[in-house]
């Protein structure tokens, strides 16, 4: 066999014809690749519009991430309520061109409108009333277990003060229970229940009271009323009587149950006792003191009293029994008005001291009340000139007599006045009659005095024998 030397023209067609091949699958490799760079680019110009029963919720990158949203919400409500829902919500995704300045929904705001914007059931146990659900439990012994509540609550609240017997307690709605599908928003504990059951609603919205503050003046902030005020809040028995830092209730209950009960209650009615006065004339006034104290008498009263929802609606006497008779009170009543000693201060109305000066509750009482009879004479205590006579705000009708030496002394609440202005007094001169004018409660004479412009102790000037 003869052996022939290789063409060294056919290798280099070879070499060449390689060389094309691969720089032509490196051109259409590369080609690929810019494509799918180009498709992808052009693929984020598209978004996903989530529609959610008819409105928008925002827009989605793809319809996987959505799903993958949807799964997580669901398995996040089922393990904080512990229960198994079904979406019910109508859900449409649409393919749109992302606007400018439009963004993608973040993974955490997605996750967030998922469980607040879906609407999640499943099946609880509705407690109804007269045919209508109110209120919804994760089971039936919950929903049994609100009704019986209620009423334990309503009786323990109704023999809290004593003495009463309760004889009856009825609702007159018909409240049942029954399964069916509901939004996961509406589950509610017992407690909740329970005041849905009470109050018509499960909202919660108070008020707390600032310095200065009327119940009228809330009411009208918030578009009430002082009526809506006063049923939202019946634990308000004076309206006048609000406290700093208060906290009122700002709905008005509309229950959905109507509770009717009786009850008979026993209490003890005080009677008053009389009061003989002996006067002293060596005493002053202030220096009255009770002899003897009187006893109340006691009477055992039995009534029966109906409510609706806890107010009372009508009260029927049933019996009145003696339990023991009051005792008489003797009184000595201190009726020296002039004093043992020349130039000392005359007593300026007749009657005890009533409200002594100092603090009285959370105020300071600048002088004291003399409770002395309607219409008695007021009497200058001592000589001087009249530098007030009239109307000044609580004080009512109001006389005011500087006496020298800086001492001025004032007479409040008067019904009338019998001095004016500018006139010289002398000591037991009569300045006007006992009264009620101005913020009083009550006939008195609310008496001070004033050295050097401060109001003192007017006791001080009455010292026992002087």
């Known amino acids: 066999m003869s052996r022939f030397p290789a063409d060294p023209s056919s290798s280099r067609r070879k070499s060449i014809a390689g060389t094309r091949l691969f720089i032509v699958g490196f051109v259409i490799f590369a080609l690929a690749i810019v494509g799918n760079l180009v498709w992808q680019d052009y693929q984020k110009q598209f978004v996903y519009t989530v529609m959610v029963d008819g409105e928008v919720l925002g827009s989605v990158s793809s319809r996987q991430e959505w799903r993958d949203a949807l799964v997580a919400g669901r398995k996040s409500t089922e393990e904080r309520l512990g229960v198994s829902v079904i979406l019910r919500s109508q859900v449409d995704l649409t393919r749109t061109r992302l606007a400018a300045g439009e963004k993608v929904l973040s993974s955490q705001t997605l996750a967030q409108a998922v469980e607040a914007k879906l609407n999640f059931v499943t099946e609880l146990v509705a407690l109804t009333v007269d045919g209508k659900d109110v209120t919804f439990l994760r089971t039936e012994e919950e929903a049994r277990q609100v009704l019986p509540s209620i009423l334990q609550d309503y009786r323990k609240s109704l023999a809290a003060r004593g003495g009463t017997e309760v004889l009856s307690i009825t609702v007159l709605e018909k409240v049942s229970v029954r399964r069916v599908e509901a939004p996961i928003s509406r589950l509610a504990d017992i407690q909740l229940a329970k005041r849905v059951l009470l109050r018509g609603t499960d909202k919660v919205e108070t008020h707390v009271v600032a310095r200065g503050e009327s119940l009228w003046g809330i009411a009208k902030s918030r578009s009430l009323t002082v009526d809506d005020l006063r049923r939202a809040n019946p634990e308000l028995k004076n309206i006048n009587s609000l406290r700093v ?49 009187g006893v109340y008498g006691r009477n055992q009263v039995v009534v029966e009293i109906a409510r609706t929802n806890a107010e009372e609606t009508s009260r029927t006497f049933i019996s009145e029994q003696p339990l023991s008779s009051p005792a008489a009170q003797a009184f000595v009543l201190g009726t020296k008005v002039f004093p043992a000693k020349a130039g000392g201060l005359i007593w300026p109305a007749p009657g005890r001291i009533t409200s002594p000066y100092g603090w009285r509750h959370s105020e300071f009482h600048r002088g004291m009340d003399l409770g002395a009879p309607y219409g008695s004479s007021v009497l200058a205590c001592k000589g001087g000139t009249i530098t007030f006579a009239g109307w000044q705000g609580g004080y009512g009708r109001l006389v005011i007599v500087d006496h020298g030496d800086g001492m001025v002394s004032w007479y409040a609440h008067l019904s009338v006045i019998s001095v004016s202005e500018g006139q010289a007094v002398a000591r037991g001169d009569t300045l006007g009659q006992v009264g009620s004018s101005g913020r009083s409660t009550g006939a008195h004479l609310h008496f001070e005095v004033h050295l050097s412009d401060e109001a003192v102790n007017p006791s001080t000037y009455y010292p026992p024998g002087g």
């Open 245 to 293: 830092g208060q906290q009122l209730n700002l709905i008005v209950a509309n229950p959905f149950i109507t509770i009717r009960s009786t009850e008979r209650y026993t209490f003890v009615r005080y009677l008053p006792f009389v009061e003989t006065v002996r006067e002293a004339s060596s005493l002053w006034p202030w220096q009255s003191y009770v002899e003897k104290a």
